[in-house]
Nanobody, 114 residues
């Protein structure tokens, strides 16, 4: 049974940092691509980053490039999203999902506000 559980969201001031975690079970994170998505109020869900079977293959959308870093820990079967220099427009519910988008976590809220 595939499960993804996000954690690490919260309230942070502009310019601050958060690290989101995605705990995977039912599959190995180094056997499948995993992506991070977000959905802001009133907007469609968008993919912001993904990591391929080869950890060297990572992708970021322009709004987060240079500020966010995706990584994984094979031993812990976890995928992370380090978010730096956060902006109010990063406020959203963040989700991790398998590359096929078949399996999703429940999401974690990130709010960037002073």
């Amino acid at each position: 049974q595939v499960q993804l559980v996000e954690s690490g969201g919260g309230l942070v001031q502009p310019g601050g940092s958060l690290r989101l975690s995605c705990a995977a079970s039912g599959f190995r994170v180094d056997d499948y691509a995993v992506g991070w998505f977000r959905q802001a109020p009133g907007k469609e869900r968008e993919r912001i980053s993904c990591i391929g079977i080869s950890a060297a293959r990572t992708h970021y959308t322009e709004p987060v490039k240079g500020r966010f870093t995706i990584s994984r820990d094979k031993a812990k079967n976890m995928v992370y999203l380090q978010m730096n220099s956060l902006k109010p427009e990063d406020t959203a519910v963040y989700y991790c999902a398998t590359g096929s988008r078949r399996y999703w976590g429940q999401g974690t809220q990130v709010t960037v506000s002073s």
